[in-house]
């Protein structure tokens, strides 16, 4: 009777946009910057959430994350959408099959899994090239062109999946799991928040609600019926690349008025280019116009009340 529930964690291990800050070959202000909070990876966040670790997007420095942040163990990976900068480390899941012996869950939309299959064609073969990549895809939602976006639903435990045993130069083969009965009992209910990386609705992305956080990137637009899915929150972020309009991410002002537009107790900037301010100016900036916008950093630690 006198448990308490613990509350919704998120660590952001990457806040940079698709290019990172610095950027290759760059030599501005914010790329040669001195301050810490400056070196931002591509973005990614990880999430404890009801006793269970979910990563959210995979990209190209998804090894060096996980490394940075001592992360040993994952139960599922969610996907915003199918863009390099948020799928393409995906191939480095191959560590947590072996040291867990347990394949990765894998969440996302429908044209999402047909990147991927793409993408990582020989992580999808009926038999697996030894050593190859143990992925059990969910799909949730549809494709392009939905509207209606995802339902909310349920994550469990790695513990359920099947139990891989390896096989020098024959790869792994599965053996069902015996899951205790406190591994049964993690679970958690997902809340997916449809929004779109075009204006003109060509790209949808999803972000994602857990408890009284939520984690939204790559946006260009989001509608009011989506936005309803967002009441209550602590905590809450969006992506932004620079203070003028782009044609696939909001604005600074935009990111402002989304911000208001929630209602978040706290909110924070990520998916962050070497085209803002520097971290310091821009929090300055953001506190000027509210003393609840925040900018987020690689390593930044948020939770529930």
Same mark, same amino acid.
């Given at each position: ?5 613990? *509350?919704?964690r998120l660590l952001f291990l990457g806040t940079g946009t698709?290019?990172? @800050? ?20 591509r973005a990614s966040a990880l999430v404890h959430c009801d #006793? ?45 099959? $072996? ?15 047909? /990147? ?20 059990? @895809? ?10 209606? #976006? ?13 139990? =891989? ?7 792994? &083969? ?45 946006? *260009?637009?989001?509608?009011? *019926?989506?936005?309803?899915? =967002?009441?209550? $929150?602590?905590? @809450? ?11 696939? &991410?909001? /604005? ?14 706290? /909110? ?19 506190? /000027?116009?509210? *003393? ?14």
């Amino acid at each position: 009777d006198g448990y308490m529930k613990e *509350k919704t964690r998120l660590l952001f291990l990457g806040t940079g946009t698709s290019q990172g @800050v610095p950027m290759i070959g760059c030599r501005c202000p914010v790329c040669t910057s001195a301050d810490p909070r400056d070196k931002r990876l591509r973005a990614s966040a990880l999430v404890h959430c009801d #006793g269970l670790d979910i990563l959210v997007d995979a990209g190209p420095d998804f090894r060096y994350q996980m490394l940075r942040a001592d992360v040993r163990h994952l139960d599922a990976i969610l996907l915003t959408h199918n863009h390099k900068d948020h799928t393409g480390g995906l191939d480095d899941v191959r560590s947590f099959n $072996l040291l867990e012996q347990k394949p990765v869950n894998i969440y996302c939309q429908g044209y999402v899994l047909e /990147s991927l299959k793409r993408e990582y064609a020989y992580a999808f073969t009926k038999v697996l090239y030894p050593g190859a990549p143990e992925i059990k @895809v969910n799909v949730i939602g549809g494709g392009v062109g939905d509207e209606d #976006g995802a339902m909310p639903f349920e994550l469990h435990s790695n513990a359920l999946e099947d139990t =891989l045993i390896w096989e020098s130069a024959k790869g792994y &083969h599965h053996e069902k799991a015996c899951p205790s009965p406190e591994e049964l009992a993690l679970r958690t209910t997902v809340v997916p928040i449809q929004g779109w990386h075009h204006a003109e609705k060509k790209l949808p992305v999803l972000g994602y609600r857990f408890g009284k956080i939520a984690y939204m990137t790559d946006l *260009k637009l989001i509608e009011d *019926k989506e936005i309803e899915k =967002l009441q209550g $929150l602590d905590c @809450v972020t969006v992506n932004c690349v620079k203070r003028s309009s782009h044609h696939s &991410h909001f /604005s600074l002002q935009e990111a402002v008025d989304f911000f208001r537009k929630v209602g978040a107790k706290r /909110s924070y900037l990520t998916h962050i280019s070497h085209l803002l301010p520097a971290h310091e100016e821009l929090e300055a900036e953001l506190q /000027s116009i509210d *003393k609840s916008f925040h900018v987020a950093y690689d390593g930044l630690e948020i939770s529930e009340d």
